[in-house]
T-cell receptor, first 113, second 112 residues
């Protein structure tokens, strides 16, 4: 089983709202990733957690706040977003061992009004 | 910046083999070649990876040149459902995780 699940599938929020995206995997993977994909562009890495610790932050604005409560779960907390943050947010996981193949979830389509 | 270059687009007839090329002339010895595809508005789907040897699985074959500077993904019998953007990515495991840097990919259109 190589399934990564993401909820919700779609999210519409105002600029003053606080919301969270959720990602879950039950493959025993120890690395989890958040990517952002704007329309007609390739995915771009935002954050990486390894063994539940934040290991990479690609200079993402603080209005995006990741959290890894346990090895199976990854959240992305959103606050005071801008309309330009509207995008497909993708979660991925990998075993944290070479070769480190990443498996992606279906994504959350976020619209900021 | 992505470390790979791919043509922008290609098409092939349904039932025929699709050969998707990728150049990665600056690949390091510990970097794997990964192929993913993304069908419109879905998450990227892992297809195959390789280090030095050619690889085959139920989806595709990966041919890596001896100098590792280029590779070709082969879909042996393309179907309409194979229409997607295909990404060739080189990446190494860092000891804690891997980092995928997506380029623009190649858009494969399979025609009936």
């Amino acid at each position: 089983d190589t399934e990564v699940t993401q909820t919700p599938k779609h999210l519409v929020m105002g600029m003053t709202n606080k919301k969270s995206l959720k990602c879950e995997q039950h493959m025993g993977h120890r690395a989890m990733y958040w990517y952002k994909q704007k329309a007609k562009k390739p995915p771009e890495l935002m954050f990486v957690y390894s063994y539940e610790k934040l290991s990479i932050n690609e200079s993402v604005p603080s209005r995006f706040s990741p959290e890894c409560p346990n090895s199976s779960l990854l959240n992305l907390h959103l606050h005071a977003l801008q309309p330009e943050d509207s995008a497909l947010y993708l979660c991925a996981s990998s075993q944290a061992g070479a070769p480190d193949t990443q498996y992606f979830g279906p994504g959350t389509r976020l619209t900021v009004l | 910046d992505a470390k790979t270059t791919q043509p922008t687009s290609m098409d092939c007839a349904e039932g025929r083999a699709a050969n998707l090329p990728c150049n990665h002339s600056t690949i390091s010895g510990n970097e794997y070649v990964y192929w993913y595809r993304q069908i419109h508005s879905q998450g990227p789907q892992y297809i195959i990876h390789g280090l030095k040897n050619n690889e085959t699985n139920e989806m595709a074959s990966l041919i890596i040149t001896e100098d590792r500077k280029s590779s070709t993904l082969i879909l042996p019998h393309a179907t309409l459902r194979d229409t997607a953007v295909y990404y060739c990515i080189v990446s190494a495991y860092t000891g804690a995780n891997s980092k995928l840097t997506f380029g623009k990919g190649i858009t494969l259109s399979v025609r009936p």
